[in-house]
């Protein structure tokens, strides 16, 4: 089984900046996506291919990689920022998802 | 705009088989380069890939499940649909549906995803 790892929590203070990482063996070779889930609504695709926004997400989202490890990151974060993020990887066909971070938007 | 719905009992019993349907609007089924899959989220938990079934026919399981599921389609309704046998209460979640548009490509469209609780 492939694991993409995740930190279960990020709080952020509003307008200021949050990072959110998600690491695993040969993410490098891999392509990278993340999701937003906000309570009792399904998930959202907000980045894909590692850095690319889906028509209508907003700027302040933007997606890098380093190596192994994928990052999400939040820029202005906003009020309506505040849900769990997932990031999502394929590995032999497989598709696998990070445990999610809870972001907080304090 | 692509919609997906969910449907199928909320509620079924420990060693029978859950059974789901998601119906697509707005698209085809059998529309070249396009994979539907089914994903699952235990309550307060993470999401769980199932497997896919491809625009002409072929599919891919996750491996932990791949002894349990079946996943078809029926383009004459525009559906496809997941079987789920010899459930137990871990296999309680909020079941999704999801359209991906192509091989490697993320889920793009999801269904509000239905809730199947096991349990006698």
């Known amino acids: 089984s492939y694991e993409l790892t995740q930190p279960p929590s990020v709080s952020v203070s509003p307008g200021q900046t949050a990072s959110i990482t998600c690491s695993a063996d040969k993410l490098d070779n891999k392509y990278v996506c993340w999701y937003h889930q906000k309570p009792g609504q399904s998930p959202v695709l907000i980045l894909y291919?590692?850095?690319k926004r889906p028509s209508g997400i907003p700027e302040r989202f933007s997606g890098s990689k380093s190596g192994n490890t994928a990052i999400l990151t939040i820029s202005g974060t906003q009020a309506m920022d505040e849900a769990d993020y997932y990031c999502?990887?394929?590995?032999?066909?497989?598709?696998?998802f990070g445990s999610g971070t809870k972001v907080t938007v304090l | 705009q692509v919609q997906l719905q969910e449907s199928g009992p909320g509620l079924v019993k420990p060693s029978e088989t859950l059974s789901l349907t998601c119906t697509v609007s707005?698209?085809?089924?059998?529309?070249?380069?396009?994979?539907w899959s089914w994903i699952r989220q235990p309550p307060g938990k993470g999401l769980e890939w199932i497997g896919y079934?491809?625009?002409?026919?072929?599919?891919n399981y996750n491996p932990s499940l791949e002894s349990r599921v079946t996943i078809s389609v029926d383009a004459s309704t525009n559906q496809f649909s997941l079987k789920l046998n010899s459930v137990t209460a871990a296999d309680t979640a909020v079941y999704y549906c999801?359209?991906?548009?192509?091989?490697?490509?993320?889920?793009?469209?999801w269904g509000q995803g239905t809730l199947v609780t096991v349990s006698s």
């Open positions: 999801a359209r991906r548009a192509g091989l490697l490509s993320p889920f793009d469209y």
């Open positions: 291919q590692d850095n």
């Open positions: 707005g698209g085809s089924v059998s529309s070249v380069g396009y994979y």
């Open positions: 999502q990887a394929w590995d032999r066909r497989t598709a696998f």
């Open positions: 079934i491809s625009y002409s026919g072929n599919t």
